[in-house]
């Protein structure tokens, strides 16, 4: 019986292989990638490594046994028809027979268009009669703070959320939340709401970078179009730029705000600190 982590090179598939290292033998995981140098390290430490794309349903034929456990982590391209792609993984887990398969969506709140391929998927997953676990990841700390450059050079924090507030954690945090359902027992057809313990709003932001910076940093609230117009500017595709202000507004309405206490009762432990992730990207 393995475990298996599609995407397992991206940001949050890296962080689940490297907790499920701390916690079962190498040789159990396996860890589904696009391009195989990327998971050398990862291949040197004895982790299976298995190369399938979710544009290639055939990439995906045989890569599941009976008993495994597999995390489908939501592809990153937009532009591609997710929640087809999403069902390559659920068609081959289907057809192996595995004994669970955990999803990354997004919070049951959460209205934006963000979302729509997320429910789709959830909605594929649950007609496909497979053992699931819905891990509805909230937003990431690293959303804003891998984004600090543009912050300090013009002093402000710079969004759309008016006065809304986000239960946001780091991404180690929802890895080990994903870990705690691959290793453990008892998530069959469970749905997980998961967010950070402490919501906060941009003013909040802008003073804590501010303080552990010794800059004044400001927040600037904007129009969703000004938002937009701005992620456009600097570079995002249209499309890309017009989902992420619609987070915006749905974060102004409180949808990005899960105060289910899942996460950390998930984790066994407290969320990271928001102020630990500023701290942690200033250093970086």
């Not at 053992?131 to 959303?143: A, V």
């Not at 359902?181 to 950070?196: C, D, I, S």
């Amino acid at each position: 019986m393995s475990i298996v982590v599609t995407g397992a090179t991206g940001h949050l598939g890296r962080l689940v292989v490297e907790q499920l290292l701390e916690k079962v033998p190498a040789e159990r995981i396996t860890a589904v990638v696009r391009t195989p140098e990327k998971a050398a390290d990862l291949a040197g430490r004895g982790v299976r490594i298995a190369v399938a794309d979710y544009n290639a349903p055939e990439t995906f034929d045989g890569l599941f046994a009976a008993g495994d456990r597999v995390l489908l982590i939501s592809g990153n391209e937009f532009d591609k028809g997710r929640v087809q792609q999403h069902r390559v993984v659920i068609d081959a887990a289907e057809a192996a027979g595995v004994a669970l398969l955990a999803y990354t969506s997004a919070p049951g709140s959460l209205t934006a268009a963000l979302a729509d391929d997320h429910r789709g998927t959830e909605e594929a997953l649950l007609a496909s009669g497979l053992p699931y676990t819905l891990l509805r990841n909230g937003w990431y700390h690293e959303n804003y703070t891998e984004q600090l450059a543009p912050v300090l050079e013009h002093g402000a924090v710079v969004q759309a959320a008016g006065e809304g507030r986000i239960s946001s954690a780091s991404r180690a945090d929802y890895a080990a939340a994903a870990v705690a359902v691959l290793t453990g027992e008892g998530h069959e057809n469970r749905t997980y709401e998961l967010g950070g313990d402490q919501a906060w709003g941009f003013a909040e932001f802008a003073a804590e970078v501010s303080r552990q910076t010794g800059k004044e940093i400001d927040y600037r609230p904007v129009s969703v179009e000004e938002y937009q117009g701005i992620l456009a500017g600097a570079g995002l595709p249209g499309p890309l730029a017009a989902i992420l202000a619609g987070v915006d507004a749905s974060i102004e309405k409180g949808e990005l705000v899960v105060d289910s206490g899942d996460l950390s009762r998930l984790t066994g432990r407290p969320t990271t600190p928001l102020a630990e992730s500023v701290a942690a990207a200033l250093e970086g």
